[in-house]
């Protein structure tokens, strides 16, 4: 599906790519990590035909820069940074679903899932949206046409658990044609949404391996957490995760969608003395 | 081919969008309409130049300042939204998405130029429809005149600011190149530098040369040719381009030659564009 044979790149004489070689076929799902300045944004703008590079990039068969708009209908993409656009809602989506050549009911559909009610925003401009808004119209843009490839930069960072867990079960629905390449800098972060891992580091693939992909994207963990006192800080940090208490303020109650299990556990990990018991278990 | 126009006009229309809810419109937009205001606050229709009263008195003090405005305001302006757009990552994620970048670019010079020469003609517009009301006497083609030298300049800076935008990196290099230009251009005015060089005998034909390659000086004896024949209130070279030309030849090289430079200056600013980073 996309072959990078030989990719470089240089900013006056910073080399950011080097010799870079991939493969990556439909249905993998890959993470690309690395620190700062390890040209994870760079390929992913090479990707997009918007930086001019040496050596060869191919989405089937077809080069980004000189097949641009054919390269591009096959490519969903998510930023990291929403841009400052100043459009209204309804704006930006004609004008996507207007070059993209295809409606935007489908848009509009994908972003009600991720729990964004769209009727009241339409006329507001998408730049005095919240992060959370931004982020899921951005993802309803991107995942609500026919694509064959999904870029996306840290695309979960701003949602809550609810529309994290709508956009897992979008991801699964998509998995199966497209192939999707996830950035961050950070790999618990995308670590259960991914089959591969390629980390680069100053411009070169340093580690290119398959990880175990068994955990279903659209599953539901139902955990109870108890405490040995009430802790403020504990509790906000549950509250972030939608979980409630009952009668018993120590005992906390909630679920997870199954590919946050990690990182739901690396905030467990904090409070890890104040823990009297945790429960975690599939739900039916 | 409708596909790449439907393309052109969709960025255009988002463009314009942008531009609408801009800070820069709003200044730009109250600075024009606020001077024919002013000048017909301050009582200029019943004032008297060489002749001019009423509305034909007004539209000569309007397209002279806005010779001295508007080329600075569209340069400065463009530069710094389209710079700043490429820097806030507007450009990213707008270029992602399947549009050529042929149909992006002029889809962009479209948008663009519809929102800086709307509010010029506009304002001037509204200024007829005043006088029309106060039952004054309308010079009509003046005001044709002046609206099709307006155009010009207005598409002749705005082709200058999208080059100088491909050309520079960031918002603060292109604003200082927009302003070089700019100044540049000024020096090149009659009564300023061409009267120096006169002065120091340079020859005849490298002075009518230079004032009808600057836009602004094509501009500035254009309009005031239609209003002052002899050229009396301009400077040395235009006599000898009255002499060369001849009125009627002049008014057509004054529409034509701004629209050409600006068509070629974001011809080479697009071809720059698509051959380089977009970023």
């Not at chain 1, 799902?29 to 760079?42: F, P």
């Not at chain 1, 309803?140 to 840290?154: K, N, Q, V, Y």
């Not at chain 1, 108890?226 to 409630?244: C, D, H, L, Y």
């Not at chain 2, 020469?117 to 106060?134: C, D, E, K, N």
């Amino acid at each position: 599906m996309i072959t990078l044979v030989g990719v470089s790149k240089s900013f006056k004489r910073t080399r950011v790519l080097n010799e870079l070689s991939l493969e990556i076929a439909a249905g993998d799902r890959v993470a690309l990590i690395g620190s700062n300045g390890a040209g994870k944004t760079t390929l992913i703008r090479c990707l997009l035909g918007e930086y001019q590079y040496s050596g060869t990039i191919s989405l089937n068969g077809e080069c980004p820069r000189e097949n641009r708009k054919t390269v591009l209908e096959q490519i969903g993409f998510v930023p990291q940074l929403p841009p400052p656009l100043k459009m209204s809602v309804q704006q930006l989506l004609n004008f996507s679903a207007g070059v993209c050549n295809c409606d935007t009911a489908e848009m509009e559909s994908v972003a009600t899932q991720l729990g964004l009610e769209l009727e009241p925003l339409y006329k507001r401009p998408f730049e005095k949206l919240s992060g959370g808004q931004k982020q899921k119209l951005l993802i309803a843009i991107a995942l609500g046409r026919p694509t064959s490839l999904l870029i996306m930069d840290e695309p979960a960072a701003n949602l809550d658990p609810e529309a994290r867990h709508t956009l897992f079960s979008l991801l699964e629905q998509k998995q199966e044609k497209s192939a999707m390449l996830i950035s961050s800098h950070r790999l618990d972060e995308v670590a259960s949404l991914v089959n591969r891992v390629i980390e680069l580091d100053r411009g070169e693939v340093v580690l290119d391996d398959r990880v175990d992909d068994s955990i279903d994207l659209s599953s539901i963990l139902q955990c109870t957490i108890t405490t040995i006192r009430v802790e403020p800080a504990f509790s906000k940090a549950m509250n972030g995760w939608g979980f409630t208490t009952g009668a018993n303020e120590a005992e906390w109650n909630g679920s997870i969608p199954g590919p946050d299990r990690l990182r739901f556990l690396g905030t467990l990990s904090r409070y890890a003395a104040l823990l009297s018991s945790v429960e975690i278990k599939e739900a039916a | 081919m409708n596909l790449r126009l439907n393309h052109l006009w969709l960025t255009a229309k988002a463009d314009i969008s942008e531009s609408l809810r801009s800070k820069w419109f709003m200044i730009y937009a109250t600075v024009f309409g606020g001077i024919i205001a002013l000048l017909f606050a301050f009582g200029l229709t019943e004032s008297r130049i060489m002749g001019f009263v009423g509305l034909s008195r007004l539209l000569i003090t309007y397209i002279q300042l806005s010779m001295a405005i508007l080329p600075i305001f569209i340069l400065i302006t463009t530069v710094r939204s389209v710079a700043g757009d490429r820097d806030a990552g507007v450009f990213e994620y707008l270029l992602s998405l399947p549009v050529s970048l042929s149909s992006w670019f002029w889809g962009k010079m479209v948008g663009r130029f519809t929102v800086v020469f709307l509010p010029v003609f506009l304002a001037m517009s509204g200024s007829i429809v005043w006088g029309l009301i106060q039952g004054m006497e309308i010079p009509w083609s003046l005001f044709l005149y002046y609206t099709a030298f307006l155009f010009a300049l207005s598409w002749c800076f705005l082709g200058i600011g999208m080059l100088i935008s491909t050309l520079a990196r960031s918002p603060d290099v292109a604003q200082g190149s927009a302003f070089l230009v700019w100044l540049f251009l000024l020096l090149f005015l009659d009564l300023i530098l061409l009267g120096v060089l006169i002065q120091q005998q340079v020859p005849v034909e490298t002075v009518v040369a230079i004032a009808l390659t600057n836009p602004l000086q094509v501009f500035r004896t254009a309009s005031m040719l239609l209003f002052d024949p002899q050229l009396v209130l301009l400077g040395p070279s235009a006599y000898l381009i009255l002499d060369h030309f001849g009125q009627f030849w002049y008014l057509i090289w004054a529409m034509l030659y701004p629209l050409l430079l600006g068509t070629v200056s974001a011809t080479i600013g697009y071809l720059l564009f698509r051959r380089g980073d977009q970023l």
